[in-house]
């Protein structure tokens, strides 16, 4: 992984530029190899920390069973087998970084800096794996995974000199399970974290998880400090990790959990008999609020108009779910970042329902006119593919094609999407943060190199 002042004989192949910058005509008929040219590369530039195998690779090794906290598995001929762990984009995005061309490894020509701590591997470890001890946790996961995030602050501060430029505010960390970022220790608070669960705690200010050892309301502030568990000034949600379905790809029309929230739309709208043989108060034959499973789940979402998106124990991937389909999300949960609802206008193609107002639910849809109807779903079409980690899976295509010269159908429906996935929508929003985040103005760290002033904007 080249320096932006590497020569282009350093670079490999599929990292090289479409355009050079030579700056000596007299080299113009030499070949590519022997060039001393100097390669510019675009803002803004990421430095992955590489730590110790206690953070990340032994977690990998040593889960117990083989599906969980990973985007994918291969079987006996070494064929790509995707996983449905919806915390697969914890290593998705990772491996995107590590191949992207904006990272680099030179940590003083960085704009950011990303920890990669893998907590979805140490809690789904937690409960019984010999080397992490829980008797200083009180049984605890929530605080297990604080200690490790602890543990890796420490290590950086200690080892590199990168943390001390900003106090942290260019450092970037991923915490992808059910409560977020709820649990991180108070020393990494001023960084920027990459969540699935965007509470602000305006609303749901304790936690929200129904299982006991994720819960954090135990934890002391000593450690945890007193800070929500999402601040949308800095942090962003990122989708959660779906699937790489040839069939959902091309299926669509284009026409205790959950904090309560679900059993009051039950009670108000259930199309199903409760337990007591009771139907919803305000039960319509054209509106669907049922326990049971669909026999088609993608292709109801892909036939219905608007589609419920609520929390499950903390998030739940139902936005995804129905922006993949092509479905007006109908959102139900105070005070809670969707993925990127920072950073889009969520009023363009998505309802949002106080929670108070869920009696009112049906009433409200049947207010949206056709015109505002088409107008949202056309906006769900525009922005459908920011919630697909397409760059890990081409990622992976290209290996197994070179590998074994093998093609799988959602390689072959992926390669046909071209607008910004999810991984670009992220480097989108770390280019606007490095030009816009008042607080590099007040603590300007000069870099020697790279060029600070190029944007990522297309000219299309």
Known sequence: MPSVISSIKEWPSWLRPARIHIADDTHANEKMINLNAVVAKKRPLVYVYDLPPEFNSLLLEGRHYKLECVNRIYDDNNITVWTDQLYGAQIALYESLLASPHRTLNGEEADFFFVPVLDSCIITRADDAPHLSMQEHMGLRSSLTLEYYKNTYTHIVEQYPYWSHSSGRDHIWSFSWDEGACYAPKEIWNSMMLVHWGNTNTKHNHSTTAY?????????????????????????????????????????????????????????????????????????????????????????????????????????????????????????????????????????????????????????????????????????????????????????????????????????????????????????????????????????????????????????
Request: aromatic letters at 10%; hydrophobic letters at 40%.
């Open 212 to 460: 006991w050892a994720d819960n954090w309301d135990k934890i002391s502030s000593d450690r945890r400090g007193i800070h929500p568990c999402f601040d949308p000034d800095k942090d962003l949600v990122l989708p959660a990790w779906k699937v790489p379905d040839a069939y959902v790809l091309t299926s669509k029309l284009w026409a205790r959990y959950s904090m309560g929230i679900r059993q009051k739309l039950a009670e108000e709208f259930g199309s199903s008999p409760n337990k007591d043989g009771k139907l919803g108060k305000q039960h319509a034959k054209d509106v669907i609020v049922t326990p049971e499973r669909s026999e088609d789940y993608h292709m109801d979402l892909a036939s219905s108009v608007f589609c419920g998106v609520f929390p499950g124990d903390g998030w739940s991937g139902r936005m995804e779910d129905s922006i993949l389909q092509g479905c007006i999300p109908v959102v139900i949960q105070d005070g809670i970042f969707l993925p990127y609802e920072n950073v889009l206008n969520y009023d363009s193609f998505a309802v949002r329902i106080p929670e108070a107002e869920i009696p009112n639910l049906i009433k409200t849809l049947r207010g949206f006119n056709d015109t505002e109807i088409e107008f949202k779903l056309a906006n769900v079409q525009k922005i459908w593919q920011r919630f697909l980690y397409r760059d890990s899976v081409l990622l992976e295509a290209e290996r197994q094609k070179t590998a074994i010269g093998h093609v799988d159908d959602w390689a072959v429906e992926f390669l046909k999407l071209t607008e910004d996935d999810a991984f670009a929508t992220l480097i989108q929003i770390l280019h606007y943060k490095l030009h816009n985040d008042r607080w590099r103005k007040q603590v300007r760290h000069n870099k020697q190199f790279g060029l600070p002033h190029q944007c990522l904007v297309s000219t299309s």
